[in-house]
C-alpha cells in the first residue's frame, strides 16, 4: 500500500469518542464502518476548506473556510 492510499484510507476520528457521545445522546451502539464513512466525509470537507484557504491566497486552513 502506497503512503497515499495509506492517508486516504486512515480513520480520522476517535472512534471511542464518537461511539460514546451516540450512546449518551441516543442510546444506540454504532457500527465500526461508521468511523469509515464519517472518514471520506471528513475528508471531503478538509479538501474543500483547503480549497476555500487557496483561493484567499493563505497557506493556513481556518475555521471560516468549513462553511
Known amino acids: 500500500m502506497t503512503e497515499t492510499t495509506e492517508l486516504s484510507s486512515e480513520i480520522l476520528v476517535v ?3 464518537l461511539k460514546k ?3 449518551e445522546n441516543a442510546g444506540m451502539n454504532t457500527s465500526a ?3 469509515n464513512v464519517l ?3 471528513v475528508r471531503e470537507m478538509c ?3 483547503i480549497e476555500n ?3 484567499d491566497g493563505r497557506k493556513t486552513v ?3 473556510d468549513f462553511r
Open 53 to 55: 484557504a487557496k483561493s
Open 39 to 41: 472518514s471520506e466525509r
Open 15 to 17: 472512534a471511542s469518542k
Open 33 to 35: 464502518s461508521v468511523m
Open 21 to 23: 457521545h451516540i450512546k
Open 47 to 49: 479538501n474543500q476548506a
Open 62 to 64: 481556518m475555521d471560516r
